[in-house]
């Protein structure tokens, strides 16, 4: 369980300190039209994660 913990603390975090990095060095090192693909992959990707490993309470 607590990697479950780890992991749900840890998904946002990611995502917002990695896309940011990722993004620009893709527009400088390949092109924009790279960086925006991996911008709308990685975001979706992300986005996917967070919603699969979200702690939400259950329905009695």
Do not use: Y
Request: no cysteine.
């Amino acid at each position: 369980m607590d990697a479950k913990r780890a992991i749900v603390a840890f998904t946002p975090l990611a995502g917002a300190l990695v896309l940011p990095l990722v993004v620009p060095v893709l527009m400088s090192r390949v092109s924009l039209t790279a960086s925006l693909l991996a911008a709308v992959i990685g975001a979706t990707a992300w986005f996917v994660l967070m919603l699969r490993s979200a702690e939400m309470p259950g329905h009695h």
